[in-house]
Nanobody, 116 residues
Framework: QVQLVESGGGLVQPGGSLRLSCAASGSIVSIYLMGWYRQPPGKQRELVATITNSGSTDYAGSVKGRFTISRDNAKNTVYLQMNSLKSEDTAVYYC??????????WGQGTQVTVSS
Protein backbone atom coordinates (compact mmCIF):
# COMPACT_ATOMS: atom_id res chain seq x y z
CA GLN A 1 0.00 0.00 0.00
CA VAL A 2 1.18 3.52 -0.82
CA GLN A 3 0.68 6.60 1.33
CA LEU A 4 1.14 10.22 0.31
CA VAL A 5 1.92 12.91 2.86
CA GLU A 6 1.51 16.51 1.73
CA SER A 7 2.86 19.56 3.50
CA GLY A 8 3.53 23.23 2.95
CA GLY A 9 0.08 24.73 2.59
CA GLY A 10 -1.09 27.77 4.50
CA LEU A 11 -2.12 31.40 4.33
CA VAL A 12 -0.09 33.80 2.21
CA GLN A 13 -0.56 37.34 0.95
CA PRO A 14 -1.02 38.08 -2.75
CA GLY A 15 2.36 38.15 -4.45
CA GLY A 16 3.84 35.78 -1.90
CA SER A 17 5.30 32.30 -2.27
CA LEU A 18 4.72 28.83 -0.90
CA ARG A 19 6.36 25.48 -1.49
CA LEU A 20 4.32 22.30 -1.34
CA SER A 21 5.84 18.88 -0.78
CA CYS A 22 4.39 15.42 -1.24
CA ALA A 23 6.27 12.34 -0.10
CA ALA A 24 5.21 8.85 -1.15
CA SER A 25 5.96 5.86 1.03
CA GLY A 26 5.10 2.18 1.11
CA SER A 27 5.48 -0.54 -1.49
CA ILE A 28 7.02 1.51 -4.26
CA VAL A 29 9.19 0.20 -7.06
CA SER A 30 8.91 3.15 -9.39
CA ILE A 31 6.59 6.08 -10.01
CA TYR A 32 5.86 7.19 -13.54
CA LEU A 33 4.01 10.44 -13.08
CA MET A 34 3.77 12.83 -10.15
CA GLY A 35 1.47 15.78 -10.16
CA TRP A 36 -0.43 18.48 -8.37
CA TYR A 37 -4.10 19.25 -8.78
CA ARG A 38 -6.29 21.77 -7.03
CA GLN A 39 -9.93 22.30 -6.22
CA PRO A 40 -10.98 25.93 -5.72
CA PRO A 41 -14.04 26.59 -3.55
CA GLY A 42 -17.21 25.58 -5.38
CA LYS A 43 -15.33 24.34 -8.43
CA GLN A 44 -14.10 21.06 -9.86
CA ARG A 45 -10.65 19.67 -9.34
CA GLU A 46 -8.19 20.79 -12.01
CA LEU A 47 -4.70 20.01 -13.15
CA VAL A 48 -1.93 22.31 -11.93
CA ALA A 49 1.27 20.58 -13.03
CA THR A 50 2.74 17.15 -13.68
CA ILE A 51 6.23 15.73 -14.06
CA THR A 52 7.29 12.37 -15.48
CA ASN A 53 10.06 10.16 -14.16
CA SER A 54 12.31 11.54 -16.92
CA GLY A 55 11.62 15.12 -15.91
CA SER A 56 9.14 16.20 -18.57
CA THR A 57 6.73 18.76 -17.19
CA ASP A 58 3.29 20.08 -18.04
CA TYR A 59 1.54 23.10 -16.56
CA ALA A 60 -1.90 24.62 -16.58
CA GLY A 61 -1.86 27.87 -18.49
CA SER A 62 -2.97 29.83 -15.44
CA VAL A 63 0.17 28.91 -13.47
CA LYS A 64 2.78 28.78 -16.21
CA GLY A 65 5.70 31.05 -15.39
CA ARG A 66 4.69 31.30 -11.72
CA PHE A 67 4.74 27.70 -10.49
CA THR A 68 7.54 25.15 -10.82
CA ILE A 69 7.14 21.42 -10.30
CA SER A 70 10.12 19.23 -9.45
CA ARG A 71 10.74 15.78 -8.04
CA ASP A 72 13.35 13.81 -6.16
CA ASN A 73 13.12 10.25 -7.42
CA ALA A 74 15.39 8.91 -4.67
CA LYS A 75 12.98 10.27 -2.06
CA ASN A 76 9.77 9.62 -4.03
CA THR A 77 8.91 13.25 -3.38
CA VAL A 78 7.38 15.90 -5.59
CA TYR A 79 7.48 19.63 -4.95
CA LEU A 80 5.50 22.60 -6.17
CA GLN A 81 7.13 26.00 -5.85
CA MET A 82 4.42 28.64 -6.13
CA ASN A 83 5.46 32.25 -6.69
CA SER A 84 3.51 35.43 -7.38
CA LEU A 85 0.45 33.90 -5.80
CA LYS A 86 -2.95 35.34 -6.61
CA SER A 87 -6.27 35.14 -4.83
CA GLU A 88 -7.52 32.83 -7.56
CA ASP A 89 -4.85 30.29 -6.55
CA THR A 90 -6.80 29.70 -3.35
CA ALA A 91 -7.76 26.03 -3.32
CA VAL A 92 -7.17 22.66 -1.75
CA TYR A 93 -4.08 21.25 -3.46
CA TYR A 94 -3.84 17.50 -4.02
CA CYS A 95 -0.84 15.42 -4.89
CA UNK A 96 -1.24 12.40 -7.16
CA UNK A 97 1.23 9.71 -8.17
CA UNK A 98 0.69 7.34 -11.07
CA UNK A 99 2.55 4.06 -11.38
CA UNK A 100 3.66 2.41 -14.64
CA UNK A 101 0.64 0.10 -14.27
CA UNK A 102 -1.62 3.12 -14.61
CA UNK A 103 -2.83 2.95 -11.03
CA UNK A 104 -3.04 6.36 -9.36
CA UNK A 105 -3.00 7.34 -5.69
CA TRP A 106 -4.20 10.67 -4.28
CA GLY A 107 -2.99 12.57 -1.27
CA GLN A 108 -5.33 13.96 1.37
CA GLY A 109 -5.01 17.57 0.21
CA THR A 110 -3.53 20.71 1.72
CA GLN A 111 -5.23 24.10 1.90
CA VAL A 112 -3.63 27.11 0.22
CA THR A 113 -5.26 30.45 0.91
CA VAL A 114 -4.08 33.63 -0.78
CA SER A 115 -5.51 36.66 0.94
CA SER A 116 -4.50 40.00 2.39
Amino acid sequence: QVQLVESGGGLVQPGGSLRLSCAASGSIVSIYLMGWYRQPPGKQRELVATITNSGSTDYAGSVKGRFTISRDNAKNTVYLQMNSLKSEDTAVYYCKVTFPSGIGVWGQGTQVTVSS
